[in-house]
Structure formats: structure tokens, C-alpha cells
């Protein structure tokens, strides 16, 4: 019996420098969940790190913005590259389950994921939040940045907060819960040939 041909790697490395940020990442859709994150917004390397270390993705952030302006331009173009890296990482989709949801507590919070990677992105964001600042970390920001990963990466994602007060523990199961999910969308499947579409394409 001729032994089975090697997957193809799942990684990507991408480079995003504009007057306003200059970002750098580096993803493993395949690996064990190590990360180095550097993004000078101290709660937002913590929710990246969560998102590696829960979706199992060896990950690198190294970014640098114009934080004395806003944490705006920094945290949505992070989004921007992370999703075009996870996006060129995937190559051609082949093989993966396409899609995955979870419904993840977080103490007192529940938030339920639903994801389609399907290269049709669009974002449903259902989370209001009793005040939106986690220590110096804008809270409304997490919108932006599934925004722009989402439609860089191609995914439909749907986000919708259950119940929950703490704003820190809501953030941080939108996170995780992403990550689960994804992590179940990408995963390959033995039972999957090819696409996972009657298209052709994704």
C-alpha cells in the first residue's frame, strides 16, 4: 500500500504598512495554539492570544499604530491583515467542514457563533454591552474588527449576545466563541473531496 501524500501546509505571512499602522502576522491554521502577540492595546493582545490559543492556530501579531491618536486604526487593521492571512492559509478550502458554531459561557455571559466560510462575507453583530470600556479598551471596537477580518477572510459570520452584564466577559466569549467555531470550520474532513460546495467554488 503507497503511503498517503502530505497535506499542504495551511500558513500564511502577511505584511499590512500604511501612515497609520504597520502590522505583521504570521498564522498556522494547523498548529498547537502558540502565540506572541504585540499590539501595544493590552486587553486586546490578551483577547488575541485567547482567539489562537481556543482556535488552535500557531499565531504572530507584531503591530505597531498611531495609539496616540485612537486604538481604532491599530485594532481594525489588525482585522484586516488576520483575515487575509487566515484567507490565503485556507488556499482553496478543499476539504474543510465550512462550518462551525458553538455556544460559549463566559461566567454570567452567554454569546452564540455561527460561522460560514463561504468567500461571501457579511457580519451580523447582535451585542450591546452595559458601558463600552474595558479598562482603556474601547469596546465598540470588536465590532470593527470582525467586520474587517470577516470580510477579508471571506467568512458570514453571526455574532449575537445571549445574556450577560460584565463587559469584559461578554468581549471575551465573542473571542473564544469565534475561535471555536473556526476552528471547527477549517478543520479538515476525511469525508469532504474537494470543495465543500455544489458550486465549483467557494
Known amino acids: 500500500m503507497s503511503a498517503e501524500a502530505p ?7 502577511v505584511e499590512r504598512n500604511t501612515k497609520e499602522t504597520q502590522i505583521a502576522i ?6 498547537a495554539g502558540d502565540y506572541q502577540v504585540s499590539t501595544g492595546i493590552g486587553f486586546f493582545d490578551h483577547m488575541l492570544e485567547s482567539f489562537a490559543k481556543h482556535a488552535g ?3 504572530s501579531v507584531a503591530a505597531k499604530g498611531d495609539l496616540q ?3 481604532h486604526h491599530t485594532v481594525e487593521d489588525v482585522g484586516i ?3 487575509q492571512a487566515l484567507r490565503e492559509a485556507l488556499g482553496s ?3 474543510i467542514r465550512r462550518y462551525g458554531g458553538i455556544s460559549l459561557p463566559m461566567a454570567e455571559a452567554r454569546v452564540d457563533v455561527a460561522l460560514d466560510v463561504s468567500n461571501r462575507p457579511y457580519l451580523v453583530y447582535r451585542v450591546e454591552l452595559a458601558n463600552d470600556r474595558i479598562g482603556d479598551f474601547d469596546a465598540t471596537l470588536t465590532e470593527d474588527f470582525l467586520y474587517a477580518f470577516s470580510q477579508n477572510a471571506g467568512i458570514d459570520l453571526h455574532v449575537e449576545l445571549r445574556y450577560g452584564k460584565n ?3 461578554v468581549v471575551e466569549a465573542v473571542f ?3 475561535a471555536r467555531a473556526l476552528r471547527e470550520a477549517v478543520e479538515r474532513d476525511a469525508r469532504v473531496v474537494g470543495l465543500p460546495t455544489v458550486k465549483g467554488a467557494l
Open 26 to 31: 504570521e498564522i498556522d491554521l494547523d498548529g
Open 167 to 169: 463587559p469584559h466577559h
Open 7 to 13: 497535506q499542504a501546509s495551511r500558513t500564511a505571512a
Open 69 to 71: 491618536v485612537d486604538t
Open 57 to 59: 492556530f500557531d499565531l
Open 176 to 178: 473564544k466563541g469565534v
Open 93 to 95: 478550502a478543499a476539504g
Open 81 to 83: 491583515a488576520l483575515g
